[in-house]
C-alpha cells in the first residue's frame, strides 16, 4: 500500500523505515531535529516537477532543500515531502560568454573546484557544503562581494518548478519580477530553482588571504577591535573584503580575529590592514594563493554540523564607545554548556553598495556590514539555555542594529517580514500570489507563513485523505522520533538484560518473563501461585524473541501474567509497578512486534502501534546498527553534502585539536581554528 502511495514519485526515496533516513533527515544545524515524511533525492528536473505535483495532489506540505544549510531547519520539516536537490549538481560552462550554467544542487565546493580549473573566482560562500542557489537567492554574503558583489548580482537566469508543476525561465526580460524577487528574497518562497546561470568575473588566478587572530585579550581590546575595524569600514577599498569576529571559548578566553580576500599583492595589503596588526596579540598570516586555494584553506575548517542559535541584523551607522561596550558585554557571560559565543562582522559596501536598493529583493544595500550574535553547545542538556542567552540578549541587539539577513534565519523575530526585507514585503507578496497563489511553496517564516496556508493536509472530498496509508507512515515517523529520543544501541540480547535485575529476585524461570512478573510484591502472592507459575514456565525459559511472536506464546503469556496477579488488561502495566531496573534495561531490551506493549519495550520504536507489522521496520535494527542523533550531514561527499560518519571526528578541528600546520603545508601558526566560520 505504501507502494502505491509513493506511486508518481521518481528519483531515489526515502522514508522513516529505510536504514538511511536518520542520516538524511539530518541539516547542518543539529539543534533543530525535524521528521519529514519522505525525502525525495530529484535527479532531473521532471523528477522535481513529479514531487510538485504529488505532494499538491496529495496535499502533503513540501520543503525544498539544497545544501541543508537553513539555520532554523525551514528547509526541512515534521511530516512533509523534501525536495532535496543535492544529486543535481551538473555544471556548464559557455567560456566564449563567461557563462556558468548550474544545476539546484551545486555547493560551494563543487563550484569552486570547477571555475577555478579554468582560472576563474566567484562571490560565493565560505562553506564548502552550502547549496549555491539558496545561498545566492537570498542574497549571498561572500569574502569578494565588496569586489565582485552579492552572489545574486551575477545571476543572469534561472529555471523555477512553479505550483503547477510547470517550468518557468526567469530573467531581466522574461518574468522579470519574478527574477527580481528571487535574488534576495527567494529561499523556497516561490517555486523549486533547478537551474541558474552566472556570469563571471574576469579571470583571476591569485589572491592574498587574511588571517589575523588575537587570543586571550581583554574587553577595552575588544572595543578598540570594534573602533578599528569601523575606521577601516569607512576608508575600506573595495578589492578587501573581511569578516571580524570577537568571541570566547575555553581555551582562546576573550579573543578576536578577521578573514578576508584582497584581490591584490600581500604589501599592499598589509598597509591597509596596519591598524589591525597594531594591536595586542596579533598573530598574522598575510600570503598570496591561488583563489582555489584560499577558499580551500577557508573551507577546510567547518565542522561537519554544529548546534546552535544565532541571530543577525545589519549595521547602517558608527557605534559610540558606550555602544561598543555594549556590543562586547553580550558575549561577556556565555550560556551554561555553551563552548562558543561569537559577535560577527561581515563586511558591506563597495560594489553591494553601488546596485541600487530597489534593483533586487536585497532591501539592505546600503549597510555597512553585518552583525551576527551566535551561541554553540554540544550537549543537549544545555539548549534551552543557549536559546534562551539569544532570546534574553536579542532586545538589546535589536536596538543596535536594524532588519535581519534572511539567510542568517532567527525563529524569534517579531514582524519577520519586515526584518527580513524592508520595503520591498508588499512587492514581494504580490509576487507571491502571482506565482503561487495557493501558497504550496511555504515555511514558518516564509512571505504566507505554513501557519496561514490554505495548503495543509487537511480532508476534503476532492481529495480525501482516506486515500492515503497516512497512519502507517505517520506511525513510521513516530517510531523514528522515539528511537532518536532514546538512542537505542543496536539490537541487545534479551537474556543478558534480564540477568542484570536486582539480585533480590529469586524466580529463576521468572526472568524470561515481563518486568512486573519480578517485583517483589509479586513474589509474596502465596507458594500456589509461585508454583502454578513455574509448571508453565517448563519450556518458556528457552523461548527465544522470534518464538515469543507466535500466537500460542502470547496466550500463554496472558495465562502467566494472569498467575502474577497483573492488574492492567492487555500487555499494559501501570506505572505502579515500574522498577528502577526498567530504566537500566530499557536501552538493551529490543523486543519484537509482538511484545509492542510491555513496559520495558515501549522504547522499542519499531514496536509501537504495530508499526514493525505495518511497514516492516521492527526488524530493521540489526541493519540500522545504533541510532544516533549527532550523525551529520557533512562535506565528505562533494556530490550529496552527506557523510556516512556519526561523529564529528578529525572533520572539527576544536575536537581533534588540530591546527591549521595539519591542513596547510606552509605551516604557519594557526591558534585553535574551530568556531571561526559561519556558512555565509
Known sequence: MVEDFLGGLTGRI???????????????????????LIINYCQSQQDVCNAVLWSVYHSIPLRVRSGGHNYEGYSNGNCVLVIDLSEMNSITLEEGKNLLHIQGGVTNRLLY???????????????????????ASGGGWGLSCRYLGLGCDSLEEFELVDYRGTVLKANKNCNSDLFWACRGAGGGNFGVITSMTFQLPKKTRNVTLIEIDYLHVDSLIQERFLKVWQNWQATAENRMTLIARIYHTEADGPAMLVRGFFYGKPAEAKEMLEPFLLLP?????????????AVTIIGS????????????GFVFQDFV?????????????????????????????????????????????????????????????????????????YPEFNSLTTGSYVNFPYSGLYCYKKKYFGGHVRPLEEIKLKYDPDNVFTFPQGLFPSGNSPFEPVNNSQNPLKDIPWDSLVDLLEAEKQKETENQQGSGNQQEAENQQESGSQQGAENKLKPGNQQESENQQGAENQQGLGEQ???????????QQNTENQQEIEKQRGAGN???????????????????????????????????????TGNQQGTGNQQGTGNQQDSKGPRNSESPRSSGNSGSTRSSGNTRGSGNPRDSGSTRSSRNPRGFRYVTPHRKYRSF
Open 14 to 36: 526515502v522514508i522513516p523505515s529505510d536504514p538511511d533516513y536518520n542520516l538524511a533527515r539530518q541539516g547542518w544545524n543539529h539543534a533543530v531535529q525535524n521528521y519529514p
Open 113 to 135: 573546484d570547477f571555475v577555478s580549473q579554468k582560472g576563474y573566482p566567484f562571490p560565493g560562500g565560505t562553506c564548502p557544503t552550502v547549496g549555491v542557489s539558496g545561498y
Open 281 to 293: 596579540n596579533a598573530v598574522n598570516n598575510i600570503e598570496y594563493v591561488t583563489f582555489l586555494e
Open 301 to 312: 575548517f567547518y565542522p561537519p554540523y554544529e548546534k546552535f542559535q544565532a541571530v543577525s
Open 321 to 393: 564607545p558606550s555602544e561598543r561596550a555594549q556590543l562586547v558585554s553580550l558575549i561577556e557571560a556565555p550560556a551554561p554548556g555553551s563552548v562558543f559565543t561569537g559577535l560577527s562582522l561581515y563586511a558591506l559596501g563597495g560594489k553591494v553598495s553601488e546596485t541600487g536598493t530597489n534593483d533586487t529583493a536585497f532591501f539592505y544595500r546600503k549597510a555597512r556590514y553585518i552583525l551576527w550574535l551566535e551561541t554553540i553547545w554540544e550537549d543537549d542538556r544545555y539548549a534551552c539555555y543557549n536559546r534562551n542567552w539569544i532570546a534574553c540578549r
Open 537 to 547: 514456565l517448563g519450556t518458556e525459559n528457552k523461548l527465544t524473541p522470534e518464538n
Open 566 to 604: 497483573h492488574q492492567k488488561s492487555g500487555n499494559q502495566q501501570g506505572d505502579e509497578n515500574q522498577q528502577k531496573s526498567e530504566d537500566q534495561r530499557g536501552a538493551e531490551n529490543q523486543q519484537q512486534p509482538g511484545n509492542q506493549q510491555q513496559p520495558g519495550n515501549q522504547q522499542d
